[in-house]
């Protein structure tokens, strides 16, 4: 095993693997920009980095400094966490070419799946069923038309460097190709700098099931079952599960094969996830392979038992995966809800501020993966994404149920968070009993935002109560007005309300504090 992993990431995901490299007794280095100075992985790791300025361009992109700290400090492998420079085929094989580990999939791996010509094309080969559509890039919108007869309207036009939703338009009809071709091309080569578009046959109302994959260097690749990640907003998913209720364990065994066999394909090694549309006949289709560690790779530890990030440090040291294909089933059900600084109820707006206060929850079958703690600043710098909230429970009815507790004990003060709205998810009647698709969350939207769940505005008060109450005493935090919304609610609670009245009786009074 390695002696010392730096870990190219900031917020809950570093957290993680400096977690996983302490439980493996692997010395972890951060990286920081000067905006996250006092962040929680940089206190946590066993040493850190200054990167430079707070934009990612200028620090948590540059892969340079990056390689340059890991040598300087005498890490063996970098880990690149997600997003960032995770995909980056030039950092992988910059890590490689300085004699360091790339705690993922070889350069070569990551650029076969990166172009998603180049992924159909190797999908194909390898028997692994892909939408029906072209492998090749589109010439002009004559050649989009006549090729589009073949497969039937609507279409769906992609990057070919695309993934993630940039570069899409759908086509219903041959009179919109022209205008479509235009705006894919100009989006594509906007995102990505290269305005190769395919085509596709656009599939109504899928699924978005996935495959995580694992494989280790010694030619063995295990799939460890699927998530359901249909609950998604503009191309952000919510909401992510394991397993899915539309997967039977056959067709468990089927999508798992597949998965194996597309990443096997690209040579793959470390942990990989397959991307599958899955529609209400049950076909499924092969999309796009990430070649990293997910967001939602939680669900899949909790039903699997299975460490994600141990193996990927251990895979990255060569060591040989200890388990069998018939091993590995899922048992009981888990759920992640992405918790954001983002307010659900103005449209997702951004929020900005200080975590005046936060309350964690905790308790049987809970997990939070989180990157903030009281006191941390939220700007705009980075991914909203502050943390995750994910249950385990036997089923999936208890699972929901579940989630319930946890979201309420959540308390967030100083920024808004979805946190009420993933209780009016798990309120849903289409949530609860699994009937979801990938339009199912923008269309339900109106349904979900705008009112408070009447026990989270119970909660609510209660804390704000209690802030207040503390703030009389100690005079050390920043003042803060009560909301009467939260005390309006706070009614059919006496203690709460009693603790409220003569904190806004305070208030009204007008006393220093
Ligand atoms: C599709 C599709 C329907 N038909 N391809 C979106 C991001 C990229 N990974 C592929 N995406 C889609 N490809 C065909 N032929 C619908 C989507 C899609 C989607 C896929 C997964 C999760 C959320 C989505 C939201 C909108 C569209």
């Excluded at 400096?18 to 992985?41: N, T, Y």
């Excluded at 070889?106 to 076969?112: L, Q």
């Excluded at 060591?319 to 069998?324: A, G, I, S, V």
């Excluded at 408070?452 to 050390?476: E, K, M, Y």
Aim: hydrophobic fraction near 40%.
């Amino acid at each position: 095993m390695f002696h010392k992993v730096l870990v190219a990431n900031r917020g809950e995901i570093a957290l993680r693997v400096i977690r996983a490299c302490r439980e493996l007794g692997v010395r972890s280095v951060a990286v920081f920009s000067d905006a996250d100075a006092g962040a929680p992985h940089v206190r946590e790791a066993d040493e850190a980095v200054n990167l430079g300025p707070a934009p990612s361009a200028e620090s948590y992109l540059r892969g340079d400094k990056i390689v340059a700290a890991a040598k300087r400090v005498g890490a063996e492998a970098i880990h690149p966490g997600y997003g960032f420079l995770s995909e980056r085929e030039w950092f992988a094989r910059l890590v490689r070419d300085e004699e360091l580990t790339f705690v993922g999939p070889p350069p070569e791996a990551i650029a076969a799946m990166g172009s998603k010509t180049a992924a159909r094309q190797l999908a194909i080969a390898a028997n692994v069923p892909v939408v029906p559509g072209t492998t090749s890039a589109l010439s002009d919108a004559a050649e989009a038309t006549r090729i589009a007869e073949e497969f039937g309207y609507p279409i769906l036009l992609k990057a070919a460097a695309g993934g993630g939703g940039k570069g899409m338009r759908v086509v219903r009809e041959p009179g919109e190709m022209a205008s479509a071709l235009d705006a894919a091309r100009r989006e594509a080569k906007n995102a990505f700098g290269d305005d190769a578009v395919y085509m596709e046959k656009y599939i109504v109302g899928p699924r978005h099931v996935e495959i995580q994959v694992l494989g280790d260097s010694h030619g063995t690749m295990l799939s460890l079952g699927e998530r359901e990640c249909s609950v998604q907003r503009r191309h952000q998913k919510m909401i992510e599960e394991a397993p899915s209720v539309a997967v039977s364990s056959a067709l468990r065994r089927e999508m798992g094969a597949t998965a194996v066999r597309a990443a096997s394909a690209a040579g793959y090694v470390n942990a990989g996830t397959c991307e599958f549309l899955l529609d209400r006949d049950g076909r499924y289709y092969f999309l796009e392979m990430n070649t990293r560690l997910q967001v939602e790779h939680p669900v899949t530890e909790l039903v699997t038992g299975i460490d994600l990030v141990e193996w990927q440090l251990r895979i990255a040291a060569g060591e040989r995966l200890p388990f069998t294909q018939d091993a590995i089933t899922p048992r009981g059900w888990a759920i992640e809800c992405r918790i954001t600084s983002e307010d659900p109820d103005n449209g997702f707006l951004p929020s900005t501020g200080r975590v005046e206060y936060l309350h964690v929850p905790s308790g049987p079958g809970v997990r939070w993966d989180s990157g903030i703690e009281t006191g941390s600043e939220i700007g705009l710098h980075y991914d909203p994404m502050l943390a995750k909230l994910i249950v385990w429970a036997p089923d999936r009815e208890r699972a929901v149920g579940r989630m319930h507790r946890p979201l309420l004990e959540l308390t967030v003060h100083g920024i808004e968070t979805p946190r009420d709205f993933h209780l009016r998810v798990m309120e849903d009647e289409d949530f609860r009993r699994g009937a979801i698709e990938i339009q199912w969350l923008e269309r339900r939207l109106p349904l979900l935002v705008g009112t408070t769940p009447p026990a989270a505005g119970i909660r609510a008060a209660a804390v704000a109560a209690a802030l207040l109450a503390q703030r009389d005493r100690t005079g050390s935090l920043t003042r803060r007005s009560p909301d009467p919304s939260e005390a309006s609610s706070a009614q059919s609670d006496g203690a709460v309300a009693d603790g409220w009245k003569q904190a806004a009786r305070r208030e009204a009074m007008g006393d220093r504090w």
